[in-house]
Structure formats: C-alpha cells, structure tokens
C-alpha cells in the first residue's frame, strides 16, 4: 500500500522552526512544500535507500538547506500568523453577513469547512 496523507500540524511546526522537512509528496504534504523550494519532496513509492541517499547528500550540502528553512519558515509564519488567521475569520463573518457564500475570499481551507 501507499502513504496515505497525513495530519500536516508537525510539518508546519518544523517550517516554523526552521528545520528542513523532508516529506513523500502525498497531497496534504504537497500543499504545504514545494520540493527544493522550502523542502524536500519525493515520491511516496521510491526506494529509501535511493532517494535516501540523495536527500542526506543535499542536507549536507548547508547553503540548500538553509536556503531551504529560510524559505519554510517565512512561509510558516504568513501562512499561520495569528494576523492571517484573524483576516480570514473575519472574512468569514463579513461573508455571513453579507449573505455571500462562506467561502468567498478565504484562501485558508481550514477556516471554511463543509
């Protein structure tokens, strides 16, 4: 069987952290990470040992891996600031009000659920 997806609150507390996430690229994973942009992705039927190996040698590598928990961790902070979270309830409420659909401007799936 594949890797089914998975709760993605530890990913988002590691990219908050700056530590580099490397994650198969199931769905709920691949929303949060973008493979070399601020992660590490692979392909949930690879071979650990193969891509393993690949992912060791690039964390190695310390420019691509701070480069990659740069990216994660400013990311984590827009995406999940009390800021943005305050925004988009309020969006929702003004939505409510207003008689328009719930999920009218709200880019976070979290804060409208069906």
Not at 86 to 91: F, G, P
Request: hydrophobic letters at 40%.
């Amino acid at each position: 069987g594949g890797v089914d997806d998975v709760s993605t609150t530890a990913i988002a507390w590691a990219m908050a952290s700056g530590v580099t996430v490397v994650s198969p690229a199931i769905y709920s994973v691949a929303e949060l990470l973008s493979n070399d942009l601020n992660g590490m992705l692979f392909k949930a039927e690879d071979k650990w040992t193969r891509r393993g190996r690949q992912i060791c040698s690039r964390l190695n590598q310390a420019r691509q891996a701070n480069k990659l928990r740069e990216v994660a961790r400013g990311q984590a902070y827009e995406v999940f600031s009390v800021r943005r979270s305050v925004d988009q309830h309020r969006q929702l409420y003004d939505n409510v009000l207003s008689g328009a659909a719930p999920s009218n401007n709200i880019t976070d799936p979290a804060t409208v659920t069906v």
